[in-house]
């Protein structure tokens, strides 16, 4: 008779295995986490952003107001003064009327031109083929010809033969003529004499009318003007209109040479007025312009009395009196130059309407600071402030 221990283990049900089973809490889903060199990257950007942020907006901000020519109206033979810009009365966009890519330019911005020069070529070996080709047929049928006349007046041959001769010689005139002309298009010359003001493709680019490059194009390659027919548009008030008459006497200073006078006369009233600004647009052409003069340049018209030129008129430069700073040791401004607020010393004169006169130290057309920058030193960097 066997023990009890010697019988076989009884089989564990399955409620039995259950009760072993040890049980975990449930773990919570496992967050993505944001990748180190990417945390890092974003921490870099945010800095530099940071940092540009705090190097623009973290300067001192200046408000600024120009320093302005002013010239006494009745002072010198001057009725009237009015500000404008110049323009060339006679420009024009010049390029290529043929889409290919450009092989040649033989132009820079300021090259100075003439009428019929090559400014620009355009790939053109294929068309210059179909003009060789053309010229041969044309040779070709000129001998023809000249070979069925001889025929027909020796009798060996008849007028109809000599007409097709003919009419064959007449289609390679045509042919060679479109041929020539598709050639010629490849060429792109000056119109006028002029200076080239702007250059808008380089040697490589491809017109496709539309399209050049990834831009709208209408195939221009510069913008040429003629320097010897230069203007200033300018606004007369229409409460001023009555001092200005078309071939009166001028003067034109440029805001860029405030001491240097150009001759000029009122080309043209123009027959309509601005509605918003209340003014008519008057156009005053230079007499004897120089390389100084530039189209849209800042400049200011002086408008003689009727019958006499207007002589040099007595400007004066002045700026807002808070633009102008008194220590012991002088007077001075600051002239905001390059995002920078460098002092520089002037000569105060009279001083009315809250304005003061600069006799010397300033020549008119600088941005001064007129607020914010009392205790700035010399050449710190600063941030102008929007124009009201």
Do not use: C
Request: without cysteine; neutral net charge.
């Amino acid at each position: 008779m066997k023990a009890e221990t010697d019988l076989p283990p009884r089989p564990r049900s399955p409620s039995d295995l259950e009760g072993l089973r040890i049980h975990r809490a449930e773990e919570p889903p496992r967050r993505r986490r944001f990748p180190f060199a990417a945390f890092l990257l974003f921490l870099l950007l945010a800095g530099g952003g940071t940092a540009a942020w705090l190097l623009h907006f973290g300067l001192p901000v200046v408000e600024t107001a120009k320093a302005s020519i002013e010239v006494p109206e009745g002072v010198g033979g001057v009725v009237l003064t009015a500000t404008g810009y110049v323009v060339a009365r006679k420009s024009a966009n010049v390029g290529s009327r043929a889409a290919g890519k450009i092989e040649e330019i033989h132009f820079e911005e300021g090259t100075v031109v003439r009428k019929g020069d090559l400014l620009a070529r355009l790939e053109s070996r294929e068309d210059a083929a179909r003009v060789a080709e053309a010229r041969a047929e044309l040779a070709d049928a000129e001998r023809e010809v000249r070979r069925q006349e001889s025929l027909v007046r020796g009798g060996a041959a008849g007028e109809q033969a000599l007409d097709a001769a003919r009419t064959r010689l007449d289609v390679a005139k045509a042919k060679l003529e479109v041929a020539e002309s598709v050639l010629a298009n490849t060429l792109v010359r000056a119109p006028f004499d002029g200076v080239v003001i702007a250059k808008s493709m380089e040697v490589g680019e491809t017109i496709s009318f539309g399209v050049v490059t990834g831009q709208v194009s209408s195939g221009v390659i510069a913008v040429l003007v003629d320097r010897n027919d230069l203007e200033v548009d300018t606004d007369v008030s229409e409460a001023n209109l009555g001092r200005v008459r078309e071939g009166q006497p001028a003067e034109i200073v440029l805001e860029a040479y405030p001491d240097v006078r150009y001759r000029a006369l009122v080309r043209k009233i123009m027959p309509r007025a601005v509605r918003r600004t209340s003014t008519v647009p008057v156009r005053v052409r230079f007499l004897e312009p120089d390389e100084r003069v530039r189209p849209e340049m800042s400049a200011k018209v002086f408008f003689g009395s009727a019958g006499e030129s207007a002589p040099p008129p007595a400007t004066r430069i002045s700026i807002p009196s808070a633009a102008l700073v008194e220590r012991e040791g002088g007077a001075f401004v600051r002239v905001v130059t390059g995002g920078r607020a460098y002092r520089r010393s002037v000569h105060p004169g009279e001083r009315r309407e809250g304005r003061v006169e600069i006799l010397e130290g300033l020549s008119g057309g600088e941005e001064v600071v007129s607020a914010g920058g009392a205790d700035l030193p010399d050449g710190a960097r600063v941030r102008v402030a929007a124009k009201r």
